[in-house]
């Protein structure tokens, strides 16, 4: 179970993403957080692992939380794949030398995992980082918009251990594509208003957030059509 609690946060211009939000994720669940681009979900994200901290408020965590799935910046990029793999083993109390072989087979890296980081192309760094979140214990694993990117077969890789992992662990899947929603999640956060709307169903939260993308987008086309019109027809 992850609490927020009255959690605000400024972005750099002043503008406030979230004001005042108090909600409870439920634990154990697929759940997906539906925002827009700069709704701030991908910050949201950050805050619920601790990457972040909100400008007021404080998220409470009963659940151990895995960082973004695909992070690259706790890497340590003048070490080997091989050493932050096992030290990032050590400190969530795995074995180090069995998730060091699930990482360097599952990715696909094999001796390239033995190389520097800064070194690695950042298609292999990210292959890395992926396996290596479905690769550590957690209650609750965390994604930024995807599961597991790159190439259609590694994608499938990463969709078969979103699918071995929640079987007995939940996931927070935080993305603007529905598709995505839809087939990993059942339960939503909508962002609607600088705070979250609960829905059971995903895919009642998904018409809502369909009907507020649309709306956004009606009413930016008429800002547009407005600035682009002749001078002497602007109202």
Known sequence: MIRLHGLTYLGQNGDTMFDSVSVELPAGRRLA?????????STLVQMLCGVMKPTHGYVERYTRISFPG????????????????????????????????????????????????????PQDRARLSYVLTYALPFDTYL??????????EFRAR?????????????????????R??????????????????????????????????????????EEEAAFLAPEGTRV
């Open 158 to 178: 990463c969709e078969a251990m979103f699918e071995a992992r929640t079987r007995t662990a939940g996931a927070i899947v935080a993305t603007g594509n529905v």
């Open 70 to 121: 695909g992070y690259l910046r706790g890497f340590r990029p003048a070490h080997t794949g091989r050493h932050n793999v096992m030290f990032a083993a050590k400190i969530y109390g795995a074995d180090p030398d069995e998730v060091f072989e699930f990482v360097r087979h599952v990715s696909g890296l094999g001796d390239k995992i033995e190389i520097h980081m800064r070194l690695m192309t």
């Open 180 to 221: 995505i929603a839809r087939q990993h999640c059942d339960c939503a956060y909508v962002i609607r208003n600088r705070g979250l709307d609960f829905y059971e169903d995903v895919n009642e939260a998904i018409a809502v957030f369909d009907a507020d993308q649309a709306a956004a987008a009606s009413v930016a086309n």
């Open 33 to 41: 957080i539906l925002g827009g681009k700069y709704s701030g979900k």
């Open 143 to 152: 994604f930024d918009n995807s599961i597991g990117a790159i190439d259609p």
